[in-house]
Protein backbone atom coordinates (compact mmCIF):
# COMPACT_ATOMS: atom_id res chain seq x y z
CA UNK A 1 0.00 0.00 0.00
CA UNK A 2 1.58 3.36 -0.74
CA UNK A 3 2.11 5.34 1.68
CA UNK A 4 0.13 8.72 2.37
CA UNK A 5 0.74 11.31 -1.04
CA UNK A 6 2.04 14.68 -0.52
CA UNK A 7 0.29 17.22 -2.39
CA UNK A 8 2.62 19.72 -3.92
CA UNK A 9 0.45 21.74 -5.95
CA UNK A 10 0.59 24.97 -4.45
CA UNK A 11 2.15 28.38 -5.50
CA UNK A 12 6.08 26.61 -6.37
CA UNK A 13 4.55 23.27 -8.13
CA UNK A 14 8.14 22.20 -8.47
CA UNK A 15 9.37 22.70 -4.92
CA UNK A 16 9.78 18.44 -4.53
CA UNK A 17 9.88 17.38 -7.68
CA UNK A 18 12.47 19.14 -8.73
CA UNK A 19 14.66 15.85 -7.89
CA UNK A 20 13.41 14.06 -9.91
CA UNK A 21 13.19 15.65 -13.39
CA UNK A 22 16.82 15.57 -14.14
CA UNK A 23 16.42 11.45 -14.09
CA UNK A 24 13.66 12.46 -16.74
CA UNK A 25 15.23 15.19 -18.62
CA UNK A 26 19.07 14.78 -18.15
CA UNK A 27 19.20 11.82 -21.14
CA UNK A 28 16.48 13.71 -23.87
CA UNK A 29 19.26 16.20 -26.48
CA UNK A 30 16.78 16.33 -29.36
CA UNK A 31 16.28 19.75 -28.70
CA UNK A 32 19.24 20.72 -27.62
CA UNK A 33 20.29 19.51 -31.54
CA UNK A 34 17.67 21.17 -33.04
CA UNK A 35 18.39 24.39 -31.44
CA UNK A 36 22.12 24.35 -32.06
CA UNK A 37 21.17 23.81 -35.70
CA UNK A 38 19.03 26.78 -35.75
CA UNK A 39 21.95 28.65 -34.34
CA UNK A 40 24.05 28.00 -37.17
CA UNK A 41 25.76 30.33 -39.13
CA UNK A 42 25.45 33.30 -36.12
CA UNK A 43 28.09 34.87 -34.72
CA UNK A 44 30.80 32.62 -32.91
CA UNK A 45 29.48 33.28 -29.31
CA UNK A 46 26.12 34.60 -28.95
CA UNK A 47 24.03 36.72 -25.82
CA UNK A 48 21.57 34.31 -25.02
CA UNK A 49 18.69 34.43 -22.35
CA UNK A 50 16.40 31.67 -21.52
CA UNK A 51 12.70 32.15 -19.69
CA UNK A 52 12.01 29.03 -17.86
CA UNK A 53 15.92 27.68 -17.46
CA UNK A 54 14.75 24.95 -15.09
CA UNK A 55 17.23 23.13 -13.96
CA UNK A 56 19.65 24.36 -16.52
CA UNK A 57 20.06 21.63 -19.05
CA UNK A 58 19.99 23.65 -22.07
CA UNK A 59 22.11 26.26 -20.14
CA UNK A 60 24.84 24.06 -19.46
CA UNK A 61 24.72 22.89 -23.40
CA UNK A 62 24.60 26.14 -24.71
CA UNK A 63 27.55 27.47 -22.05
CA UNK A 64 29.36 24.25 -23.18
CA UNK A 65 29.19 25.70 -27.58
CA UNK A 66 30.72 28.56 -26.14
CA UNK A 67 27.68 31.12 -25.83
CA UNK A 68 27.06 33.47 -22.85
CA UNK A 69 23.86 32.20 -21.16
CA UNK A 70 21.67 34.32 -18.74
CA UNK A 71 18.63 32.08 -17.52
CA UNK A 72 15.41 33.57 -15.84
CA UNK A 73 13.71 30.78 -13.44
CA UNK A 74 10.89 31.51 -10.96
CA UNK A 75 11.24 27.58 -8.89
CA UNK A 76 13.77 28.03 -6.73
CA UNK A 77 13.93 24.70 -6.08
CA UNK A 78 14.87 24.31 -9.73
CA UNK A 79 17.38 27.01 -9.70
CA UNK A 80 19.00 25.62 -6.81
CA UNK A 81 19.59 22.30 -8.94
CA UNK A 82 20.85 24.72 -11.57
CA UNK A 83 23.21 26.51 -9.92
CA UNK A 84 24.62 22.92 -8.90
CA UNK A 85 24.39 21.94 -12.07
CA UNK A 86 26.40 24.85 -13.21
CA UNK A 87 29.04 24.66 -10.68
CA UNK A 88 30.10 21.39 -11.66
CA UNK A 89 30.99 22.61 -14.97
CA UNK A 90 34.61 23.20 -16.05
CA UNK A 91 35.73 26.80 -14.82
CA UNK A 92 35.90 28.30 -18.49
CA UNK A 93 32.02 27.11 -19.18
CA UNK A 94 30.74 28.23 -16.01
CA UNK A 95 31.56 31.31 -15.82
CA UNK A 96 29.86 31.94 -19.57
CA UNK A 97 26.14 30.87 -17.46
CA UNK A 98 24.22 32.37 -14.43
CA UNK A 99 20.72 31.86 -13.42
CA UNK A 100 18.48 34.46 -11.63
CA UNK A 101 15.23 34.63 -10.29
CA UNK A 102 12.48 35.90 -12.04
CA UNK A 103 9.42 35.28 -14.92
CA UNK A 104 8.72 35.34 -18.60
CA UNK A 105 6.70 38.92 -17.57
CA UNK A 106 9.44 39.88 -14.53
CA UNK A 107 12.71 39.01 -15.50
CA UNK A 108 14.85 41.38 -12.99
CA UNK A 109 17.04 41.88 -15.69
CA UNK A 110 18.80 45.07 -15.58
CA UNK A 111 17.33 47.38 -17.89
CA UNK A 112 19.86 47.95 -20.63
CA UNK A 113 20.65 44.01 -20.68
CA UNK A 114 20.18 43.37 -24.58
CA UNK A 115 20.40 39.56 -25.87
CA UNK A 116 21.55 38.34 -29.45
CA UNK A 117 18.51 35.15 -28.62
CA UNK A 118 15.72 34.48 -26.32
CA UNK A 119 14.62 31.15 -26.09
CA UNK A 120 12.04 29.55 -24.35
CA UNK A 121 12.59 26.12 -24.49
CA UNK A 122 10.81 22.35 -24.05
CA UNK A 123 7.36 23.41 -23.62
CA UNK A 124 7.69 26.87 -21.08
CA UNK A 125 5.43 28.78 -23.33
CA UNK A 126 2.74 26.58 -22.84
CA UNK A 127 3.21 27.51 -18.94
CA UNK A 128 1.73 31.31 -19.84
CA UNK A 129 -1.82 30.15 -19.59
CA UNK A 130 -3.54 33.62 -20.23
CA UNK A 131 -3.27 35.71 -24.18
CA UNK A 132 -2.59 38.48 -22.11
CA UNK A 133 0.32 36.88 -20.30
CA UNK A 134 1.76 35.60 -23.31
CA UNK A 135 1.91 38.65 -25.39
CA UNK A 136 3.15 40.88 -22.50
CA UNK A 137 6.02 37.40 -22.44
CA UNK A 138 6.93 38.18 -26.07
CA UNK A 139 7.06 41.77 -25.94
CA UNK A 140 8.92 41.67 -23.33
CA UNK A 141 11.20 39.41 -25.19
CA UNK A 142 11.14 41.67 -28.09
CA UNK A 143 12.47 44.78 -26.45
CA UNK A 144 15.03 42.64 -24.32
CA UNK A 145 16.44 41.36 -28.14
CA UNK A 146 19.61 43.63 -29.85
CA UNK A 147 17.66 44.60 -33.16
CA UNK A 148 17.90 41.60 -35.64
CA UNK A 149 18.25 39.10 -32.69
CA UNK A 150 16.06 35.85 -32.50
CA UNK A 151 13.26 34.45 -30.68
CA UNK A 152 13.29 30.98 -30.20
CA UNK A 153 10.25 29.03 -29.11
CA UNK A 154 9.75 25.19 -28.27
CA UNK A 155 5.73 25.02 -27.72
CA UNK A 156 4.02 21.56 -27.69
CA UNK A 157 0.63 21.52 -28.83
CA UNK A 158 0.04 17.77 -29.39
CA UNK A 159 0.69 16.98 -25.45
CA UNK A 160 -1.77 19.03 -23.54
CA UNK A 161 -4.48 18.53 -26.02
CA UNK A 162 -3.98 14.59 -25.82
CA UNK A 163 -4.22 14.86 -22.04
CA UNK A 164 -7.58 16.97 -22.12
CA UNK A 165 -8.96 14.31 -24.53
CA UNK A 166 -8.22 11.70 -22.76
CA UNK A 167 -8.67 13.08 -19.16
CA UNK A 168 -8.68 10.81 -15.98
CA UNK A 169 -6.81 8.41 -18.04
CA UNK A 170 -3.15 8.32 -16.77
CA UNK A 171 -0.08 8.51 -18.67
CA UNK A 172 2.84 6.73 -17.80
CA UNK A 173 6.46 9.02 -18.33
CA UNK A 174 8.56 6.87 -17.72
CA UNK A 175 10.40 4.50 -14.90
CA UNK A 176 14.24 5.40 -13.93
CA UNK A 177 16.64 3.81 -11.16
CA UNK A 178 18.22 6.88 -8.40
CA UNK A 179 19.96 6.77 -5.44
CA UNK A 180 23.47 6.09 -5.23
CA UNK A 181 23.13 2.15 -5.67
CA UNK A 182 20.32 2.62 -8.45
CA UNK A 183 18.43 1.41 -5.35
CA UNK A 184 16.01 3.92 -5.32
CA UNK A 185 12.87 3.12 -8.51
CA UNK A 186 11.08 6.74 -9.61
CA UNK A 187 8.09 6.50 -11.97
CA UNK A 188 6.11 9.28 -13.30
CA UNK A 189 2.74 9.48 -14.62
CA UNK A 190 0.19 11.92 -15.70
CA UNK A 191 -3.60 12.82 -15.77
CA UNK A 192 -5.27 15.49 -17.47
CA UNK A 193 -8.46 17.50 -16.38
CA UNK A 194 -10.23 20.79 -17.77
CA UNK A 195 -8.71 23.69 -16.66
CA UNK A 196 -9.89 26.16 -14.54
CA UNK A 197 -9.27 28.93 -17.10
CA UNK A 198 -10.22 29.03 -20.57
CA UNK A 199 -8.33 27.03 -23.13
CA UNK A 200 -6.25 25.04 -20.37
CA UNK A 201 -5.88 22.11 -19.00
CA UNK A 202 -4.77 21.03 -15.64
CA UNK A 203 -2.15 18.26 -15.64
CA UNK A 204 -1.67 15.98 -12.60
CA UNK A 205 1.65 14.36 -12.03
CA UNK A 206 2.46 11.78 -9.89
CA UNK A 207 6.22 10.25 -8.74
CA UNK A 208 6.60 7.40 -6.77
CA UNK A 209 9.26 6.44 -5.39
CA UNK A 210 10.50 3.23 -3.74
CA UNK A 211 12.94 0.48 -3.36
CA UNK A 212 12.06 -3.11 -4.31
CA UNK A 213 9.78 -4.52 -1.19
CA UNK A 214 9.66 -1.43 0.35
CA UNK A 215 7.30 1.47 0.79
CA UNK A 216 5.66 3.54 -1.76
CA UNK A 217 6.51 7.55 -1.34
CA UNK A 218 4.14 9.36 -3.64
CA UNK A 219 4.53 12.77 -4.42
CA UNK A 220 1.66 14.73 -6.11
CA UNK A 221 2.10 18.13 -8.07
CA UNK A 222 -0.27 19.95 -10.40
CA UNK A 223 0.50 22.38 -13.34
CA UNK A 224 -1.25 23.87 -15.25
CA UNK A 225 -1.31 24.15 -19.60
CA UNK A 226 -2.22 26.40 -22.41
CA UNK A 227 -4.11 24.76 -25.04
CA UNK A 228 -2.45 26.42 -28.04
CA UNK A 229 -2.24 26.02 -31.66
CA UNK A 230 0.28 26.57 -34.55
CA UNK A 231 -1.65 29.41 -35.76
CA UNK A 232 -2.49 31.07 -32.45
CA UNK A 233 1.22 30.54 -31.46
CA UNK A 234 2.33 32.61 -34.91
CA UNK A 235 0.06 35.20 -34.55
CA UNK A 236 1.15 36.33 -30.94
CA UNK A 237 4.60 36.46 -32.33
CA UNK A 238 4.03 38.11 -35.04
CA UNK A 239 1.62 40.38 -32.81
CA UNK A 240 4.43 41.20 -30.73
CA UNK A 241 6.54 42.41 -33.60
CA UNK A 242 8.43 39.93 -34.81
CA UNK A 243 9.17 39.20 -38.41
CA UNK A 244 11.24 36.28 -40.43
CA UNK A 245 8.89 33.79 -38.78
CA UNK A 246 9.30 30.21 -39.24
CA UNK A 247 7.74 27.63 -37.48
CA UNK A 248 8.87 24.11 -37.76
CA UNK A 249 6.53 20.87 -37.24
CA UNK A 250 9.28 18.57 -34.62
CA UNK A 251 12.96 18.41 -33.89
CA UNK A 252 13.66 16.93 -36.86
CA UNK A 253 12.75 20.86 -37.97
CA UNK A 254 10.92 19.66 -40.81
CA UNK A 255 7.98 22.23 -41.87
CA UNK A 256 5.18 21.98 -39.68
CA UNK A 257 1.68 21.13 -40.72
CA UNK A 258 -1.76 20.61 -39.32
CA UNK A 259 -0.43 17.67 -37.44
CA UNK A 260 2.72 18.63 -36.50
CA UNK A 261 2.88 17.81 -32.33
CA UNK A 262 5.45 20.76 -31.60
CA UNK A 263 5.63 24.07 -32.77
CA UNK A 264 9.76 25.11 -33.18
CA UNK A 265 9.29 28.94 -33.45
CA UNK A 266 12.28 30.69 -34.91
CA UNK A 267 11.47 34.87 -35.28
CA UNK A 268 13.46 37.83 -35.22
CA UNK A 269 13.31 41.38 -33.99
CA UNK A 270 13.65 44.00 -36.58
Sequence with gaps: MPAEPRDQSSADPYAEIAEWYDLEHDSFSADIEALSELLEGTCERLALLEVGAGTGRLMAALAAAGHSVTGVEPSAAMRARCAKRLAALPERVAHRARIIAGTATAPNLRDDKRFDVALMGLGTFGHLTSPTERAAALRLLYERLKPGGMLLLDVDIAGPRRLLESAGRLWWQGSWRAGGDGSLIVSHTITGAPGREPGTVEVTHLYDAHEQGGLLRRTLTVTTLALLS???????????????VTIYGGYDLAPADDQAPRAIVAARRA
Excluded at 230 to 244: M, S, Y
Design 230 to 244: RGEVELAVRHAGFND
